[in-house]
């Protein structure tokens, strides 16, 4: 069953605060994880990681680098989970 | 002694020990005679042959923050809290980041974080290791860790010399200050290696007490019935601070750090030579490197771990580099009540030295009951008052030794 971009979303906010500690309602779509969300690359790959496990999605390191936003993210998933 | 421009002087102290979260619980509980070792009740030690250990007193991963403490191995985090309180102890100062040093250590580094993942490594494969995994092993990541902090752009140095680190830290701080490198410089040692496999590695080395019955009696250095050092582990901090830096501000001054002390047994990886010949050039070159003469000295923080072999040696030593002023010195071993923190044990015990200057009272070494042959220093279980019969200003000195034949001995003066 698809996940909705809702509930990606809300599964992406988990992740970040958990990881980055950046309050889970401050993951909106249009912010940027490095500019907007000061995640730096390290924890873009354990928030990558996390994202994997929780979503049964691949996200290749040429991907990865791609998804700049947290709106990339949730296109990413909802276009590749199994 | 006065100061002068390039004199080095302590503004600031943090701590944090099996004995208190602070410099001030842990001083307090020293002169109480208060013993940190506990027995460890983990699964994870049930097999080893020593049970015992001094756990740090206050969890840093609760003052540093749950998503820091995620990125911090538990020895950068107790460099972290430690110095953080150094830096507010001496006042926040005011300076230019490009005068701005670090020197702090560890004798092993994140080795903790190096396990765990290993164990992820062998259980789920190398894309879940932690990608913070590489600053978190690393000796010299609190020293970054901390220089980030204050935006420290002198230069941050982790010299590693196994149990000796956190004083030759010190060392190199004063000498950086003392050769027109910093103005001001955040020195100091930390250690968190309380698991089984370092517990095991010393163990079989046949260096820890197994005086797992009796936790709070197991680390009794100098003492006849001492069988070995007990694990401890935390952090010492301390800011330096050039003397015409600190006076400029009006900074509160604990001490001139004068000078510090070098030598390498070149004997044996982990025996101390046999006449201590090591330990007292490091006493020696201590003093002529401060322009200290043995009759300020009035006390000695001696490295004296519990062990069988080194305990009496270095008493010898402390006694042949002094002469006939040893007779006044009051030699104190707080690695009783501490248990021994490793690369934090040089760093925790100056800070230690520096209190017992301040206050004028060497901390007791409790357990001492039956003192050992050989002995010929004053050594004492209760506290006791600096003897005030020396030449002024009164001086103390800190000893620290690691495997690998490292002696460092580092000298405060009053100021």
Redesign the interface.
Known sequence: MALSEQEILAGLGEIVDEIAGVPADEVTPEKSFVDDLDIDSLSMVEIAVAAQDKFGVEIPDDQLKDLKTVQDVINYVHKNAS | MGTNDRSVVVTGMGATTPLGGDVASTWSAMLAGRSGVKALTEDWAKDLPARIAGVAAVDPAEIV????A?RMDRCEQFAVVAAREAWADAGAPEVDPERLGVSVTSGIGGIGSTLAAYDVLKEKGW??I???TVPMLMPNGSAGLISIELGAQAGAHAPVSACASGAEAVGYAIDMIKSGRADVVVAGGTEAAIMALNLGAFAVMRALSLRNDEPERASRPWDKGRDGFVLGEGAGMMVLESAEHAAARGANVYAIAAGAGYSSDGHHIAHPHPEGAGVRLAMQRALANAGVSADQIAHVNAHATSTPEGDVLEAQAIRSALGEDAERVIVSSTKSMTGHLLGGAGAVESVAAIMALKDRVAPPTINLEVPDDGVEVTVSSEPRPLNAGGREPMAVLNNAFGFGGHNVSVVFVAP
Do not use: H, K, W
């Open positions: 923050g749950r998503v820091q995620r894309q879940r932690n990608p913070f």
